[in-house]
């Protein structure tokens, strides 16, 4: 145990550093949550003055919706990176060490949670000059506890589909073609109240829709609501089945 | 140091890439691994460095066994794969380290074993550039300098100097004799360069098809083939009765004329000079010069698997990681297409056009057998001409003792590659 915490430490530490070092990197991670915050907030600025949407504008609206779409974004580059490090022979050079093998996926699932982590505050803070209203400190840092555990989930799912699909293609198409749709059914663009019946009960597996319900609460006050409650036991378990998934899927093949 | 026993992996694929592989390579060896794509080589050095489970058979590594105690095996190896494996956004310096995180060293060993590697291989000067600006000969020296880090007993090299340009290649062997010779470490490098295997190993094993073929010091295969040619130069007019006096030694087997030149071909050049060159003097015929040249791997190489470097290559490296890839894919399709190559028994046959093929093969067996202590089932092997065995014995024999007279060259290349 204490093997897999220090061997997650330092392969941790080697990703942050590579990340670091793409200046270009830095920038976009800047610049692309801005695009959905801003454009997003422009282009649908008069559903909120549609009869049964909540009260404020559309960005206020929005905002969990964008820290989402950096989550979905952000976290499905990282099986991509995972086949490049195979065919690189980076990975068989750390298997042949007694390396703990859950610590290569749980190094690479953390590290793409922490960088959605820094690209999430990006947002919340323009979000907060644009006037976006948060209630407390407490209700932003614990959105910030949910973007963590839905990045997690989803970065393993990356890593995991990565090891079944084994191509980077197929892998980015797929990344592609469920970050919409996985938008679409969670209350992140519309209200509940205004989907079609079928698409509302989709939204009760979609892990988004969750988390989503969870940070528009956590910015409206609503810390300890029973809603919220659910909300974050539902994403405790999708984080911990995906990333048992991944792990599980990365050391049958690696033996 | 490195011992299997009826190794044998399938692929899920269907593809066999190995098939009871017996290998025994002793403590300080260079043990090179010859064969070309598609042969097994690198199936066996992923079975034998734990990144991959045999389907049958069994394997050993300074007493550990592969499956069983991968932990205790891994932390008495390093491993060198084709792909340079180092991270092309981390200094020299930080890949060196995080390997050692990696083998869980404590930071203060590493530290010192990190200033030691980056003398070793002249690295110090680049150590914090990071290694996207290294050249390909340096990224080599780093992934091995990595692969060094814990001390290994036994480092494995799969293809060392591939997309190497030949400056770099000879450096690289001189680092490569010189962690033999100073360091102690023993080697399992796989290549399907011929010098390369020729010059740096003190016994190679042929693989063909997944099982070896014959394994034996360079000398002694080039032994077995044809013997030496030794290259007599002439006096004017002394040429005829110099092939007179030659055509009635026993040690010559053939004789060839090349203007002034005699070409004469013996089993053993460096024995039989002495006894020619006394032969041609009491005839009264004088030597000008006089050069042996030995036959080359690529003619042992030839004899053994049948097929020439440059036909094998066109087969797919059966790679464990791809070949889980490709499953039931057309990784399959080519995969079995590889496997069922009838190619290379063509050309063995059409070079050996009166039937000796056969022969040969039970050779093959018999060697096989003598190196690599396994038993086998094919009871034709004990047909073979034993009269011509124990020639091939006593080649052997020769070239061990010859080849503790070249080691002192090596000592002197190896410390000026590690200087320079």
Redesign the interface.
């Known amino acids: 145990m204490i093997?897999l915490i220090?061997?997650t430490w330092?392969?941790f530490n080697?990703y942050l550093?590579?990340t670091l070092?793409?200046p270009m990197w830095a920038l976009f991670t800047i610049v692309q949550p801005l695009i959905w915050l801003l454009i997003f907030g422009q282009l649908f600025k008069n559903m909120a003055s549609l009869p049964g949407f909540p009260a404020g504008r559309y960005m206020d609206f929005f905002l969990p919706g964008a820290i989402i779409m950096t989550v979905l974004f952000g976290t499905s580059w990282s099986g991509v990176s995972l086949l490049r490090e195979?065919?690189?022979?980076?990975?068989?050079?750390?298997?042949?060490?007694?390396?703990s093998r859950i610590a290569i996926v749980m190094s690479r699932v953390i590290h793409s949670a922490v960088t959605v982590i820094i690209q999430c505050i990006i947002i919340t803070i323009v979000a907060l000059i644009f006037g976006v209203s948060a209630s407390s400190i407490s209700g932003i840092l614990l959105s910030f506890v949910v973007v963590f555990l839905l990045s997690v989930g989803f970065s393993s799912i990356s890593n995991g589909l990565a090891m079944w699909l084994?191509?980077e293609e197929p892998l980015v198409v797929l990344g592609n073609m469920m970050t919409l749709p996985l938008m679409f059914f969670s209350s992140a663009m519309v209200p509940k109240s205004f989907m079609p019946e079928w698409i509302r009960i989709m939204t009760m597996v979609n892990p988004i829709d969750y988390a989503v319900e969870a940070i528009r609460a956590f910015y409206s006050g609503a810390i300890s609501s029973e809603s919220v409650f659910t909300g974050f036991a539902f994403l405790v378990l999708f984080a911990l089945a995906s990333t048992s998934w991944a792990t599980e899927m990365f050391v049958n093949?690696?033996? | 140091m490195i011992r299997t026993e009826k190794l044998s992996k399938i692929y899920s694929s269907g593809v066999k890439a190995l098939a009871n592989l017996c290998i025994h390579v002793e403590e300080g060896e260079i043990f090179g691994f010859l064969g070309p794509n598609g042969a097994g080589k690198s199936t066996a050095i992923k079975i034998l460095?734990?990144?991959?489970?045999p389907t049958s058979g069994m394997a050993w590594i300074g007493g550990y066994n592969v499956v069983t105690e991968?932990?205790k095996v891994?932390?008495s190896?390093?491993?060198v794969?084709?792909?340079?494996?180092?991270?092309?956004?981390?200094s020299g310096r930080?890949n060196l380290v995080?390997?050692g995180?990696?083998?869980?060293m404590d930071s203060k060993s590493i530290h010192h074993r990190v200033e030691e590697l980056l003398e070793l291989f002249d690295l110090r000067e680049n150590a914090d550039g990071?290694v996207s600006t290294y050249s390909g000969g340096m990224k080599r020296k780093l992934d091995i300098a990595?692969?060094l880090i814990h001390n290994p007993k036994i480092l494995f090299l799969d293809e060392p100097t591939i997309g190497l340009d030949p400056h770099s290649r000879s450096s690289l062997w001189n680092y490569i004799r010189m962690l033999n010779k100073d360091m102690r470490v023993t080697l399992f490098l796989t290549t399907h360069y011929l010098d390369e295997a020729d010059k740096l190993s003190h016994r190679i094993g042929i693989l063909h098809k997944g099982s070896i073929k014959v394994v034996d010091t360079p000398e002694a295969l080039k032994d077995s083939i044809k013997g030496d040619s030794i290259n007599l130069s002439l006096s004017e007019g002394a040429k005829e009765k110099a092939i007179t006096v030659l055509k009635g030694s026993s040690m010559v087997k053939d004789i060839l004329c090349e203007n002034e030149h005699v070409r004469v071909y013996v089993n053993n050049g460096s024995e039989a000079i002495p006894g020619l060159m006394k032969l041609l003097n009491q005839q009264g015929v004088d030597i000008l010069s006089l050069t042996i040249s030995r036959p080359s791997l690529d003619d042992v190489y030839l004899k053994h698997s049948g097929v020439s470097f440059k036909e094998g290559e066109s087969g797919a490296e059966a790679n464990p990681?791809w070949a889980?890839?490709q499953k039931g894919g057309w990784g399959k399709k080519k995969g079995g297409e590889e496997w069922n190559q009838e190619g290379g028994s063509e050309l063995e046959a059409s070079k050996d056009p009166e039937g000796k093929g056969e022969e040969v093969e039970e050779g093959d067996q018999e060697e096989w057998k003598k190196w690599a202590s396994c038993p086998t089932d094919d009871k034709q092997e004990n047909t073979w001409n034993k009269d011509e065995n124990k020639d091939e014995n006593k080649g052997q024999e020769e070239a061990w003792k010859k080849w503790g007279g070249s080691t002192a060259d090596w000592e002197k290349w190896g410390k000026g590659g590690g200087k320079s």
């Open positions: 093997y220090r061997d330092y392969l080697k550093r590579i070092r793409m195979i065919n690189f022979g980076t990975v068989e050079k750390m298997l042949v060490t007694p390396v084994k191509r093949q690696s033996e | 460095t734990t990144l991959s489970r991968p932990n891994r932390c190896i390093g491993y794969s084709q792909e340079t494996g180092v991270d092309y956004f981390l930080e995080l390997q995180r990696l083998y869980r990071l990595t692969a990681w889980k890839w």
